[in-house]
């Protein structure tokens, strides 16, 4: 199936085009990246604008492949995301008490039976064990035997508005939806390995306008939440600090930046002329340093005070592991260590389970911010080969149009 990664993010749209085979093998067809307008902090605040900039980037894959177009997956990645815990609870119900495929549709779905909202609505459902007559720590209860069966669930809902926003938005730029994903576990999919999870291990995922974190352990995820601050909450710091344009100061912090200010000497000086025609002053280093190390330092204690709440500050013995667009801020590893009292590392996608063919080259793919695209095709890869635990949202092109009939003027 020709499908399309789609992750639209605050300041740009990423993009991978591959091929996924039935058996999960995934072929890679090409890549794009492409400047966003309309989005804020991770949602669809200006549809219009939103659409027209998918507008540009889908012309660029329909050169690459035109049916892709009709099978996206999107990632959710606002700040609206709730994760709660759930549990159901049903009778086997075969004679001979064996636990068949129906069994277990059955009781995840009596774990979905939870008071959300209307205005809400379930993006996934991820299974963390199966009890059966009380018996736990269960992953795969097909063909035991027993009375009663009961399985703990993770429930992620997302605020209905701001996901049919996005659908809307991609469906006015001539694209079909077949999945959506939360932008964390997406990102963790592609950067975080097996042996991490059961050792415990957390996941940053460092966006412009949003820092998502997700928690494992056990291989069990054990807690999730994006904040509505990222790298980009810096670039505003800058602008205000060195009375500069917005996209001076991201070049500022993309070229001179660091997140850890000791060890710069304040005598080292930027000339802000060599970048703005507008500006013929000289500013320290040191001190832009010091902008950016405060504001990332303060997303880090947001991160820390959620590990508070769940029990785990300090207490993850794999770490952290930060991916995402703010990734490639320099130091940014060593002020998190510093921050989380845990050891941390910059994550890439895995590469090692997507095709290339030969005389092809996708070296931009081996950066952090493409992780959520590589997850997303990772999952759906999973999906295929029936390896997965969890089912995203499967919204086909009927259910879509009338899905966005029903919630939109």
């Known amino acids: 199936m020709q499908t399309v990664a789609l992750d639209i993010g605050t300041s740009k749209i990423k993009a991978i085009i591959a091929d996924i085979k039935g058996d999960g093998r995934i072929e890679l067809k090409g890549v794009i990246k492409t400047p966003v307008s309309g989005m804020r902090k991770g949602e669809a605040a200006n549809v219009d604008d939103v659409v027209d900039s998918l507008k540009k980037a889908f012309e660029e894959i329909r050169q690459?492949?035109?049916?892709?177009?009709?099978?996206?997956?999107?990632?959710?990645?606002?700040?609206?995301?709730?994760?709660?815990?759930?549990?159901?609870?049903?009778?086997?119900?075969?004679?001979?008490?064996?636990?068949?495929?129906?069994?277990?549709?059955?009781?995840?779905?009596?774990?979905?039976?939870?008071?959300?909202?209307?205005?809400?609505?379930?993006?996934?459902?991820?299974?963390?064990?199966?009890?059966?007559?009380?018996?736990?720590?269960?992953?795969?209860?097909?063909?035991?035997?027993?009375?009663?069966?009961?399985?703990?669930?993770?429930?992620?809902?997302?605020?209905?508005?701001?996901?049919?926003?996005v659908m809307k938005s991609v469906e006015e730029a001539g694209g079909k939806i077949e999945s959506l994903f939360y932008s964390p576990l997406a990102s963790a999919r592609a950067v975080l390995t097996k042996a991490q999870k059961e050792l415990g291990v957390m996941a940053i995922d460092l966006g412009f306008g949003t820092a998502g974190?997700?928690?494992?352990?056990?291989?069990?995820?054990?807690?999730?939440?994006?904040?509505?601050?990222?790298?980009?909450?810096?670039?505003?710091?800058?602008?205000?600090?060195?009375?500069?344009?917005?996209?001076?100061?991201?070049?500022?912090?993309?070229?001179?930046?660091?997140?850890?200010s000791k060890g710069i000497s304040g005598k080292e000086k930027i000339n802000l002329g060599e970048i703005s025609e507008d500006s013929d002053s000289n500013v320290s280093r040191r001190f832009i340093s010091e902008i950016i190390e405060i504001r990332l330092a303060e997303i880090f204690e947001f991160i820390d005070n959620e590990l508070k709440l769940i029990g785990k500050s300090g207490r993850l013995p794999a770490g952290a592991v930060i991916t995402g667009g703010g990734a490639k801020m320099p130091e940014l590893a060593e002020l998190a260590k510093r921050e989380l009292k845990i050891p941390v590392q910059t994550g890439v996608p895995d590469l090692s389970k997507l095709e290339i063919k030969e005389g092809e080259s996708f070296l931009n793919l081996e950066d952090p911010?493409?992780?959520?695209?590589?997850?997303?095709?990772?999952?759906?890869?999973?999906?295929?080969?029936?390896?997965?635990?969890?089912?995203p949202v499967q919204l086909k092109t009927g259910k879509l149009s009338r899905l966005l009939k029903s919630f939109l003027p």
């Open 369 to 391: 911010e493409f992780s959520a695209s590589v997850g997303m095709l990772l999952w759906e890869g999973d999906q295929r080969a029936k390896e997965s635990d969890w089912s």
């Open 213 to 260: 974190m997700c928690v494992y352990e056990e291989g069990k995820l054990e807690a999730a939440k994006v904040f509505p601050v990222g790298s980009g909450n810096a670039t505003n710091d800058l602008a205000i600090g060195l009375k500069c344009p917005i996209d001076v100061a991201e070049t500022i912090k993309t070229s001179f930046g660091s997140a850890a």
């Open 64 to 165: 690459i492949s035109k049916p892709a177009l009709k099978n996206i997956l999107v990632n959710v990645g606002g700040a609206n995301v709730k994760v709660q815990n759930s549990k159901g609870i049903v009778a086997v119900s075969r004679a001979d008490s064996e636990i068949y495929s129906e069994d277990v549709d059955r009781v995840v779905k009596a774990s979905q039976s939870v008071n959300i909202g209307l205005n809400r609505m379930i993006l996934h459902t991820l299974t963390k064990e199966f009890l059966v007559d009380g018996i736990g720590d269960i992953s795969d209860p097909l063909g035991m035997t027993g009375n009663r069966l009961e399985v703990n669930s993770l429930i992620i809902d997302a605020f209905r508005p701001a996901v049919l926003n």
